[in-house]
């Protein structure tokens, strides 16, 4: 099955959930309604970290692996979040590996 998307459709949709690892679901994901969290934006517009709401301009951000909009694309967060969400990811992950 061949999916067309494009560009706009991508980023326009800007419904949160974020990635259980242990679950391996998302769950729904919401972040203050004063917090500034767009999926796309110019690289020095001051932005919110989707996870821990701290400010830091777009083009320091990282791509969260886990909170995502409904096609799958990443909310910025900061450094210290994504650092934290790849750290569990991997955790979380290797036990899986252990148990099968
Ligand atoms: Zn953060």
Same mark, same amino acid.
């Given at each position: 099955m061949v999916v067309a998307l494009n560009r706009e459709a991508l980023f326009s949709d800007t419904t949160m959930r974020k990635w259980d690892y242990a679950k391996h679901a998302y769950e729904p994901y919401?972040?203050?309604?004063?917090?500034?969290?767009?999926?796309?934006?110019?690289?020095?517009?001051?932005?919110?970290?989707?996870?821990? !709401?701290?400010?830091?301009?777009? =083009?320091? #951000?990282?791509?969260?692996?886990?909170?995502?909009? !409904?096609?799958?694309?990443?909310? =910025?967060? #900061?450094?210290e979040c994504y650092e934290l969400d790849r750290s569990e990811g991997i955790t979380t992950n290797n036990k899986v590996k252990e148990v099968m």
């Amino acid at each position: 099955m061949v999916v067309a998307l494009n560009r706009e459709a991508l980023f326009s949709d800007t419904t949160m959930r974020k990635w259980d690892y242990a679950k391996h679901a998302y769950e729904p994901y919401a972040v203050p309604a004063e917090w500034h969290c767009p999926l796309l934006t110019d690289l020095w517009v001051v932005v919110n970290c989707a996870s821990c !709401g701290t400010t830091q301009e777009y =083009g320091r #951000c990282y791509t969260s692996p886990t909170i995502h909009n !409904g096609y799958g694309l990443g909310f =910025g967060v #900061c450094r210290e979040c994504y650092e934290l969400d790849r750290s569990e990811g991997i955790t979380t992950n290797n036990k899986v590996k252990e148990v099968m």
